[in-house]
């Protein structure tokens, strides 16, 4: 007979769930009023990210901690093979076609969970000191963050290769680094500034000058229609208008949040946005109780300073605070990469957090 370790009940954190689910309920029943054939989609996504879920959290990470620089590594060779063999689709090439089945995979969303693994592998191996991380240290790690972005570029997909930059460079802000290294980067970076405009796509620069001149983009104009005519409490299913009619472009995965605005008002979306506020505050504050578990550390703090990002883009993008840029948010826009790519990250969270006193990870006991 096989039965589970009662104690995996004492660690496994069920604040997650208890944020995450509201957040995946409130975009099936907004995807179902919008398409019910993309809603019957949205549930094999929602299985196969549990499938994911399930498999990363019974997966005994520590115990095969070994393996990550080569899983690194792959995904590194994956994103050179998009370049090389890659499938195009609406102009960018960041696709690899499986031989035989014709389906095909996106090597950049396999990388976050990869990434995030490799800092924490490497900051595990070597914690950095009372001061930070020095000069030396800091351009090591560098490496691993500039390389994958760099990849993921060339796509081109400057989106994903900010975010990883990001991450990676907000991780090492709060595990901790040499002062005077971030104030060289932030003189860089403005120096700098114009060369990586004059290196950007042409349509990376459209939605620059979109952004930056006075009329708004198509996309934008319609977006703000649309959280206009919420009001406070929003509308009917049927007098969802600038949904159901397609003038809101990509209204369930892209504009969903304006979409929510047209639908429940200001109330849904200050609902969303404090169950996103509470996720992130509750995984960054969970740092204070991992004091030198600096593998954990990372994964946690990756996990929330990623989902932070994603929220903040793609809301600030539907309201004309930012570029437009295919940033979807987590766990409720429409879509299986995200979905899985989140699910697999909170399922080796949920893993490191609730083995951490088992190193043994026993959490199955066998009776005949």
């Known amino acids: 007979m096989i039965r589970l370790d009662r104690r995996i009940l004492t660690h496994f954190d069920f604040v997650q769930p208890i944020l995450i689910l509201p957040i995946i309920i409130l975009s099936y029943i907004l995807v179902s009023e919008a398409n019910s054939i993309l809603s019957n989609k949205q549930l094999i996504y929602f ?23 080569a899983f690194y590594w792959l995904c590194i060779a994956l994103l050179i093979s998009v370049d090389l063999f890659g ?32 800092m924490a592998y490497l900051v595990k191996h070597r914690p950095p000191g009372i001061n930070g991380y020095g000069l030396k240290d800091f351009l090591r790690l560098s490496i691993y963050i500039i390389l994958p972005a760099f990849l993921i570029m060339k796509e081109p997909d ?28 932030a003189a860089g970076i403005v120096i700098l500034a114009p060369l990586i405009y004059e290196n950007l796509h042409d349509y990376q620069k459209k939605r620059i000058n979109d952004f930056l001149s006075e009329e708004s983009s198509y996309h934008v104009r319609q ?65 204070y109780g991992l004091k030198d578990d600096y593998f954990t550390q ?32 987590p766990f409720y826009s429409y879509g299986g990469s995200s979905f ?29």
Do not use: C
């Open 158 to 185: 400057l989106g994903t290769a900010l975010i990883l930059i990001i991450m990676g460079y907000a991780i090492l802000f709060i595990i901790g680094v040499n002062k005077k290294i971030w104030l060289s980067i």
């Open 340 to 368: 899985v790519t989140f699910l697999s990250l909170f399922g080796i969270l949920q893993n490191l957090l609730t083995f951490r006193f088992d190193p043994t990870y026993r959490f199955v006991k066998i009776k005949f």
């Open 87 to 118: 499938v195009t689709k609406l102009g960018a090439k960041r696709w690899l076609e499986i031989p035989f089945v014709h389906f095909t995979i996106q090597p950049s969303e396999i990388m976050k969970p990869s990434f995030l693994l490799m």
């Open 223 to 287: 977006s703000i229609v649309a959280i206009g005519s919420g009001g406070l409490t929003g509308k009917s299913k049927d007098e969802a208008t600038q949904t159901h009619f397609k003038f809101l472009p990509i209204a369930t995965s892209d504009f969903i949040f304006s979409y929510t605005i047209e639908r429940f008002g200001f109330l849904g979306a200050f609902t969303l946005m404090m169950f996103y506020g509470f996720l992130i505050t509750h995984l960054l504050s969970l740092n």
């Open 47 to 69: 299985s196969i990210g549990l499938l994911a879920f399930t498999f990363f959290f019974l997966l005994p990470i520590r115990r095969l901690e070994w393996l990550i620089p």
């Open 298 to 329: 990372v994964v946690t703090t990756g996990i929330g300073i990623l989902i932070f990002i994603y929220v903040s883009v793609n809301i600030m993008m539907t309201i004309g605070f930012a570029p437009v840029v295919g940033i979807p948010l």
